[in-house]
């Protein structure tokens, strides 16, 4: 069974940045594309930053040049580097596999305040 955990959110001011990071279990993580996702009030939830499992990533075009993701298979993790962060930011950000599993963490609640 999967399961996912999410951390490293927060409140931070506009231009601030955060470390989020996400452990994942009960998957082939080496061999999954993973993303980051997050879901905004009112709104869907969407990929922001996508990883293959060689290594390739993508971005959401708002975040593009801004955010960073990274994986490290030893340790089953996937971190999201957020930088220059706007309040357009602010949501509860998700990791989970691409396509996702049905199983979704906690996620991890990012506000940015102007």
């Known amino acids: 069974q999967v399961q996912l955990v999410e951390s490293g959110g927060g409140l931070v001011q506009a231009g601030g940045s955060l470390r989020l990071s996400c452990t994942a279990s009960g998957t082939s993580f080496s061999a999954t594309a993973m993303a980051w996702y997050r879901r905004a009030s009112g709104n869907q939830r969407e990929p922001v930053a996508v990883i293959g499992s060689g290594g390739i990533t993508h971005y959401e075009d708002s975040v593009k040049g801004r955010f960073a993701i990274y994986r490290d298979n030893a340790k089953n993790m996937v971190t999201l580097q957020m930088n220059s962060l706007t309040p357009e930011d602010t949501a509860v950000y998700y990791c989970?596999?691409?396509?996702?599993?049905?199983?979704w963490g906690q996620g991890t609640q990012v506000t940015v305040s102007s």
């Open positions: 989970n596999s691409v396509p996702p599993s049905s199983t």
